[in-house]
T-cell receptor
Framework: NAGVTQTPKFRVLKTGQSMTLLCAQD?????MYWYRQDPGMGLRLIHY???????AKGEVPDGYNVSRLKKQNFLLGLESAAPSQTSVYFC????????????FGPGTRLLVL | GQQLNQSPQSMFIQEGEDVSMNCTSS?????WLWYKQEPGEGPVLLIA?????ELTSNGRLTAQFGITRKDSFLNISASIPSDVGIYFC?????????????FGGGTRVLVKP
């Protein structure tokens, strides 16, 4: 099992460019999450999904969109990148809700110039 | 929204020392979690606490769920160089929408020069 994988590992964008971050999990988990991590602020939830075809907003959803077309994949999109979106992005998954452990991917470091 | 205050923000350890860090919240949680993050990796779950007053160990790590349900602490005994990393606390409400975690800002553990 690879667990949770993320691509790419690192990306540099110019302001206004778009990109998609891909998260994949091979644990048959129902729930998937996208977080961003900024210095001194821990991880903040951007969007999450409780199952294939469903998505919901987290704590800091503005400027991001997500899709969960397949159970194993959760995509995070930036339509028009801004410098404030420079961050490290982590994907996580859990078997389901109700306190189930979340397993994290290795992260994607994004720099927006 | 809920805030988690984690302290200290950073600490230096010397091999063999016991170290402690804690997390406090403005409101209660049903579950407290402690994660460790190493450079270039995602957070990995160390200990999960599900009941007020609970004291749980994982090797040299011991964590407690505060009796008020608004705090938790993590203790590392006989620290070793590989304990270096960032430790995050996270709180969770039972049946929170999307299994949402609220993270503290992290405690960065470094080795004394």
């Amino acid at each position: 099992n690879a667990g949770v994988t993320q691509t790419p590992k690192f990306r540099v964008l110019k302001t206004g460019q778009s990109m998609t971050l891909l998260c994949a999990q091979d644990m048959n988990h129902e729930y998937m999450y996208w977080y961003r991590q900024d210095p001194g602020m821990g991880l903040r939830l951007i969007h999450y999904s409780v199952g294939e075809g469903t998505t919901a907003k987290g704590e800091v959803p503005d400027g991001y969109n997500v899709s969960r077309l397949k159970k194993q994949n959760f995509l995070l999109g930036l339509e028009s990148a801004a410098p404030s979106q420079t961050s490290v992005y982590f994907c996580a998954s859990s078997l389901r809700g109700g306190g189930e452990t979340q397993y994290f991917g290795p992260g994607t470091r994004l720099l927006v110039l | 929204g809920q805030q988690l205050n984690q302290s200290p923000q950073s600490m230096f350890i010397q091999e063999g020392e016991d170290v402690s860090m804690n997390c406090t919240s403005s409101s209660i949680f049903n579950t407290w979690l402690w994660y460790k993050q190493e450079p270039g990796e995602g957070p990995v779950l160390l200990i999960a606490l599900y009941k007020a007053g609970e004291l749980t160990s994982n090797g040299r790590l011991t964590a407690q769920f505060g009796i008020t349900r608004k705090d938790s602490f993590l203790n590392i005994s006989a620290s070793i160089p590989s304990d270096v990393g960032i430790y995050f606390c996270a709180g969770q409400l039972f049946k929170a929408a999307g299994n949402k975690l609220t993270f503290g800002g992290g405690t960065r553990v470094l080795v004394k020069p």
